[in-house]
């Protein structure tokens, strides 16, 4: 997928200016309420139209102010779920999806109707017209339709928020097979990270009609003030890991990151093969000066220390694992265990005190020390560098 977007549009107090190329598969657009999400959505849905500019999907014109061309939503190669559905709310829920599917090219059809309606639940609605449906029922109905029509962009509006959690989990296993199997790119508005992180890590941070910064999560967070803006809390560490086994008997998951094995909190709905962030406090580490053999502790962790950090009451131990960990411990502990740069050292981590990023919306804010390869923040002023049930 290939989206170039450089349009601007003016409403009342609102500003909306953005230039934006996109060629990842699929990409999280994050910002608080009033930033622009669902604006920008609607643009490339064709159900708002800009003053000026244009909007270019996969070299299809969508929108060119310039050359007077506005193409109807309906044509659009776009599969939209929005806050505001734009369906005639007198048809009913069947005609509007028969609809939908009548229309799609039997050749490019990817799912069944009849796959859709169980898959979301929509036995029992198919008869009601779509204006005495619930909030919850028209966003069901509206993805089924989206789905139907089987785009080349799927867009959702905070569409897990919208469906319920039940319908989030049934709905997830669908959206990643769509991404991985048959390529299809999801743009996904949310102001909560953890549920863009559940498709995708590449970002798009928008504030008043603004695109801060675009790009991957660790890209995004080297930028100063980012993390706090992303709403990334309690963490010291945050690490990409790769799951590649899951011990239900041990009652873990077994993952890797830059080589180095980690033993994590079991998530059995996470696939193998599957790649996630997660974090792990600076002051949940301690430090040994080998490996303790008969101790309850999973991750001990080998690595050398490059750098110690006075932090007034505390002290930053920098440790080279082949990715860069920090370790807050007392000025009193690094004295007595006489540590120095250029030692070798043990880091030991309890499982349960890894946390899955995507887990993360809820906790309080406390300072971010750590971002991974060696960047981390100090303070806020201080820094250093085929088998969908297919037709």
Known sequence: MLLEMNVKLRRSHFDLNTKLSVSDTSVGLFGKSGAGKSTILGLIAGTIQPQSGHIVLDGKILFDSRKGIMMPLEQRPVG???????????????????????????????????????????????????????????????????????????????TFAAIGNDYRMQLLPILKRLQNELGLPILYASQSLGEILELTDRLILLEQGKILHYGSLFEVAKYQGMLRYLGIRQIDNILPVTLHR???????????SFGLPLTLPLRPHLAVGR???????????????????????????????????????????????????????????????????????YCLVKTHSISYLAELDTLPYQRVVNYGEGRYFLNSAQRESGPLSLE
């Open 246 to 256: 899951h011990d239900y008997l041990s009652g873990c998951s077994l993952a890797h």
């Open 80 to 158: 939209a779920v929005l806050q505001i559905d734009c369906a005639s709310s007198a048809e009913t829920v069947r005609d509007n999806l028969t609809v939908a599917y009548n229309r799609t090219i039997k050749q490019r059809r990817i799912f069944r109707l009849d796959f859709l309606i169980e898959l979301l639940e929509l036995g029992p609605i198919l008869n009601h017209a779509i204006e005495l449906l619930s909030a919850g029922e028209r966003q069901r109905v509206a993805l089924a339709r989206s789905l139907l029509k089987s785009p080349q962009l799927l867009l959702l509006d905070d």
């Open 275 to 345: 790649q996630a962030q997660v974090s792990i406090r600076a002051n949940d580490i301690a430090l040994s000066r080998s490996y303790i053999s008969g101790i309850s502790i999973q991750n001990q962790i080998k690595g050398q220390i490059c750098a110690l950090i006075p932090t007034g009451e505390s002290l930053i131990v920098q440790v080279d694992c082949g990715c860069t960990l920090l370790v807050e411990i007392t000025p009193g502990a690094c004295r007595d265990m006489a540590l120095q740069e250029g030692e070798t050292i």
